[in-house]
């Protein structure tokens, strides 16, 4: 796999419950709303580029300086919780003290999810700015997390030379805006040439081995970006290709559970015995009694594992929206993209829904088999030491009947497919996709074309 997480279901959900739940998030989520709709106005030339990103950027520096508040605040706390502990203070003062000091961590974890929230807004920009380039998003973001900027003179110079450009007439982005434009601080396009272009920008002229060093991986990934391939580390080679065929996705399907879920509390869906999705509201399932909700967790929950048709089947670790909250992944379009009703895109930014997807792969290879592929699956080693969770899952070779090319796929394909909810289609447009390039060491990050009903938006 590209990206690795190191995962704990117990952890993401008590982050991303506590955060969603915490007055902080509460009183800012009316930003998130105002913010995405404005991208989606911008999107169509109704709002200006410039001013969305600035109005982003600001409510990004503000949010992350709440966060670092909160955190110190829980500092204080903590000093004078052990304070109260050390003097024998009563046990009412002791549990006042504690309910602070949660408070402020919670508050902290609302303040980082929030300025997360607001990147993806972001993302959604980036995504449209780079014309729906997986591959070349992928080249970008491949970099260590980048912290929200303050206010300082080296973003100063950054907000001067965006503005610049911008007054130009240049299409441009401040990075820092976004979860996937990880390297430079702008990123511009020249419509005469269709480049896209890295700028890094200075704040004076002294340079350090960290500058000289930020200098010289922009030059490699501006290389990559060119190219269409990324051998920035040699085990991961990414070469772009292109699909002939537009993406095939249950996206649909996904709004039309989470407008049932809104009525009935949750809802599920199963496509074959390939991929199934279980959508809950949250916020419905708050007027409800304890049993009842458990009740119709549990049935919910049911269903999306009865895709399991044989007892020999291998089902994949479900994803979840609470997971890709928590988490950046560098592969997965942003919600504030996907093709459903921008309502529900908002929802989903705002905790408003718990959503679970999982396929089936041997249901998946079934499905293959009738149209004519064979596979064979290549389980990781029992005795190897295995850092993180999603490493446990298992590599296929599909190759069609008759044909000598094998495609090797692994968790990458299908951690792509369960978040974004393909079709079976769309594996078999990849499969093949692969099996028309030259062998590669590597592997291959494929494009579609963005048009038809599922086309991101």
């Known amino acids: 796999m590209y990206e690795s997480f190191k995962i704990s279901d117990k952890d993401d959900a008590h982050i991303y419950v506590t955060a969603t739940r915490s007055d902080f998030f509460k009183d800012n989520k009316w930003i998130i ?52 502990a050390e003097t ?24 980082r999810l929030f300025v997360t929230q607001l990147r993806s807004i972001g ?5 449209r700015f780079l014309k729906y380039d997986r591959a ?4 970008l973001a491949e970099h260590d997390y980048i912290p929200p900027p303050e ?6 110079e950054e907000i001067n030379e965006f503005a610049r450009f911008a007054s130009k007439g240049h299409p441009v982005l401040i990075n820092s805006i976004t979860n996937f434009l990880r390297v430079g601080d702008l990123t511009t396009y020249d419509e005469s040439s269709d480049r896209y272009d890295l700028i890094e920008v200075k704040a004076g002229n002294s340079q350090t081995l960290r500058t000289i060093r930020q200098s ?38 996904l709004e039309n559970a989470m407008s049932e879920a809104e009525q009935k509390f949750a809802s599920s869906r199963k496509f074959g015995e ?32 009865s895709i399991g048709r044989q007892r020999t089947d291998i089902l994949l670790k479900p994803i979840t929206n609470v997971f890709l909250t928590v988490h950046f992944s560098r592969i997965i379009a942003p919600y504030t993209i996907f093709p459903i009703d921008p309502k529900f895109r908002i929802a989903l930014l705002n905790g408003d829904f718990l959503i679970f997807s999982l396929i089936n792969l041997s249901g998946l290879i079934r499905w293959l088999e ?7 699956i290549i389980t990781p080693p029992t005795n190897v030491p295995i850092s993180y969770e999603y490493d446990h899952m298992p590599k296929v070779q599909f190759w069609q009947h008759g044909s000598p090319r094998v495609a090797e796929v692994g968790a990458d394909l299908f951690y792509l497919a369960t978040a974004e909810f393909w079709m079976p289609e769309s594996i078999e447009l990849d499969l093949i996709t692969i099996l028309e390039q030259p062998p590669s060491q590597g592997g291959y990050t494929i494009n579609h074309p963005n048009k038809g009903k599922c086309a991101w938006q």
């Open 33 to 84: 709303k105002d913010l995405f709709e404005k991208s989606l106005l911008a999107k169509d030339g109704s709002y200006p580029l410039f001013d969305l990103q600035s109005e982003l950027l600001g409510h990004i520096i503000v949010g992350d300086k709440a966060r670092k508040k909160y955190l110190d605040l829980k500092d204080k706390r903590a000093k004078s919780l052990s304070n109260l």
């Open 88 to 111: 024998k203070s009563s046990l009412e003062k002791i549990k006042h003290a504690q309910n602070h000091l949660e408070s402020m961590q919670n508050n902290a974890e609302a303040a």
């Open 123 to 127: 993302d959604g920009i980036a995504w």
């Open 136 to 139: 070349s998003l992928r080249i």
């Open 151 to 156: 206010m300082e003179r080296g973003l100063l």
């Open 216 to 253: 010289q991986y922009r030059d490699i990934v501006q290389k990559a970006l060119d190219k269409g391939s990324h051998e920035i580390f040699p085990d991961i080679p990414i070469t772009k290709t292109m699909s002939k065929s537009p993406l095939l996705t249950y996206a649909k399907s």
């Open 274 to 305: 390939y991929l199934s999705i279980a959508v809950f509201s949250t916020q419905k399932l708050l007027e409800l009694s304890e049993n009842e909700s458990a009740r119709i967790r549990e049935n919910t929950m049911d269903r999306l594992f």
């Open 370 to 376: 009738k149209r004519g592929w064979e596979a064979t």
